[in-house]
C-alpha cells in the first residue's frame, strides 16, 4: 500500500509516524499478532522457563538482526559457508538502499508477517501449544521493535532519547556512508560486540546532526555487500 499523503517525504512528527506505521498492512497485522500473542500466552500460563525464552529472544535481538541484516539482507560470505545465493529479501533491500528515504519502501507487507507466523506457529505447535505461543510471541515481539526503529531510523523525526538517537545515527549511516557497517536497526550493542559499530572517527558524532539528518551526503553505495 502506497501512503499518497507522505509521498515525496518521510513522517516528520511522532503523530505522523504513528498514523503511517498503522496505515500499512504489514506493522499493523505484526501489532495484531503480537498482541494477541501476549494475551494467549497469559491465558495458558506458561512454564517459567517459556518466560524465561521469550525475555531473553527479545533482550538479544539485536544479535538476530545483525545475522540477518548482514547474512541475509546484504551479500556477505558467510563463515564456513563455500556457496552464496542472492535471495528474494536480499533483493528486496537492495531496492529499499537504492531509495532510503522512501518510507514507503521501510517496512514489511502482510504477506511475510503471515508466512512468519505459520513458521512459527507451525513448528511450535508440533510439540505444545505453549511452545508454539512462545515462539510467536517472541519473534514478533521482535518484529514489532524491529519494524518501528527502521521507520523512526527513516522519517524526518530526531528524537530526545539519546538511546534512540545513537540507534537513529546508526541506521543513517549505514545507509549514508558505509553499507558495511552498523547491522542492528532496533539497538547497537550487537555491533559492538562484532565490530561493525561506528568507526572511531564517528564515535563522538553519534547523535550529531549530520548523522541524524536524512540529508547527509549520500555515497554511490554499488552492490550490497
Not at 69 to 80: A, D, G
Amino acid at each position: 500500500m502506497i501512503d499518497d499523503s507522505l509521498r515525496g517525504h518521510a513522517p516528520r512528527t511522532f503523530k505522523e509516524l504513528w498514523l503511517f506505521f498503522f496505515k500499512q498492512p504489514g506493522p499493523l497485522l505484526i501489532t495484531v499478532i503480537t498482541l494477541l500473542s501476549v494475551a494467549a500466552f497469559i491465558y495458558v500460563k506458561p512454564g517459567f522457563m517459556l518466560v524465561i525464552f521469550v525475555v531473553s529472544k527479545i533482550l538479544f535481538r539485536s544479535i538476530y538482526e545483525w545475522l540477518s541484516h548482514r547474512f541475509v539482507m546484504h551479500f556477505s560470505k558467510v563463515p564456513f559457508v563455500p556457496l552464496n545465493i542472492k535471495n528474494p529479501i536480499y533483493n528486496m533491500h537492495s531496492k529499499h538502499h537504492a531509495n532510503p528515504s522512501d518510507p514507503n519502501g521501510v517496512n514489511f507487507g502482510a504477506l511475510p508477517a503471515i508466512a512468519l507466523f505459520i513458521a512459527t506457529f507451525g513448528l511450535g505447535i508440533i510439540v505444545s501449544i505453549e511452545i508454539a505461543l512462545a515462539l510467536t510471541l517472541a519473534s514478533f515481539s521482535c518484529l514489532l521493535l524491529y519494524e518501528w526503529f527502521h521507520l523512526l531510523s527513516h522519517s524526518e523525526v530526531i528524537p530526545r532519547s539519546k538511546m534512540q538517537k545513537n540507534i537513529i545515527s546508526r541506521h543513517r549511516y549505514h545507509h549514508h556512508i558505509d553499507s558495511a557497517c552498523c547491522f542492528s536497526v532496533s539497538s547497537i550493542w550487537a555491533d559492538r560486540i562484532f565490530g561493525t559499530d561506528l568507526p572511531y572517527e564517528f564515535s563522538e558524532l553519534e547523535a550529531d546532526s549530520c548523522l541524524l539528518s536524512l540529508k547527509c551526503e549520500s555515497e554511490n553505495l554499488g552492490e550490497l555487500e
